[in-house]
């Protein structure tokens, strides 16, 4: 289930474009509406309404705060560095996943965890960069939100393995707060583009369904129920599965770097899968 919202996220680039001019605050909060009105139906026909009560509004305060805080910081990572390096950096979170599983008591982080982390990093970094990247020193705080943003995402993660008590339909709440949350940025950062074309508001309603939607649900069960350290490597298959979507879609050109990162992303998900297996 967890490895579905690696799926899942693999959709997000594709819709993302179809979805333009709609600024990135105002297409977030829009689609955690539908994604969290959604996940409100299905918490209300399965009879799970009353366990939102039993949460702590502290649980509600970490998952919204994980939840807006990594999109807020991406985009504002985005609007301050060049997009390339910014997601280079923001991609840290799948190995961040790895190396911070290890303070989990009953976690045991091995050393080809760390490899097939590092090897799957590697795979990331050529997709987002296509194999050049240049550092600019004036973008240091861009720089610097990005690596924020992967550890908030990151730290939400493996603190929602702690959190394995915490019903999912928790996350129908952490979906609205962050579009609230959203929609206030975008009021004060952004100006509002409402779609006028109907493939448009299909696109914003594949987002909320899926990549924003569904799939923050059956994250919280992977990481609560599933091997967190192979679905941290795992998840570095979401950039690469989403240029083969954009290649399929004809928006991105077939190149020597998508094969070369699809056998690095593929070496480190057998590294850790063999970890994880191992049982010295």
Do not use: N
């Amino acid at each position: 289930m967890g490895f579905g919202a690696v799926l899942m996220w693999a959709l997000l680039a594709l819709l993302t474009v179809k979805t333009v001019p709609i600024p990135p605050l105002q297409l977030t909060s829009m689609s955690f509406v539908i994604g969290g009105s959604l996940g409100l139906c299905w918490v209300i026909f399965a009879g799970e309404a009353q366990s939102l009560k039993t949460v702590s509004w502290k649980i509600y305060a970490f998952g919204t705060v994980g939840l807006f805080g990594y999109h807020f910081l991406y985009f504002s990572a985005l609007r301050l560095a060049p997009a390339a390096e910014a997601g280079l950096i923001a991609y840290l979170w799948p190995l961040l996943i790895v190396l911070l599983s290890g303070i989990l008591p009953e976690e045991r982080l091995k050393s080809g965890h760390v490899l097939g982390g590092l090897v799957g990093f590697a795979g990331a970094a050529l997709i987002v960069t296509q194999g050049q990247t240049s550092f600019e020193t004036d973008a240091i705080l861009g720089y610097c939100l990005a690596l924020l943003c992967a550890v908030t995402w990151s730290s939400y993660s493996v603190i929602s393995r702690r959190l394995g008590q915490t019903p999912t339909s928790s996350v129908v709440v952490f979906c609205l707060g962050t579009a609230i949350l959203s929609a206030i940025a975008h009021l004060g950062l952004e100006t509002t583009v409402w779609p006028d074309q109907i493939s448009v508001w299909l696109a914003v309603i594949g987002l909320g369904v899926g990549p924003v939607g569904l799939a923050f649900f059956v994250w919280d069960v992977g990481v609560k129920r599933g091997d967190i350290q192979l679905l941290g490597v795992a998840s570095y298959a979401a950039p690469l599965l989403s240029t083969f979507v954009l290649v399929a879609a004809g928006i991105a050109d077939l190149t020597w770097t998508l094969f070369a990162a699809s056998v690095l992303v593929t070496l480190g998900a057998v590294f850790a899968a063999r970890a994880s297996q191992s049982t010295t």
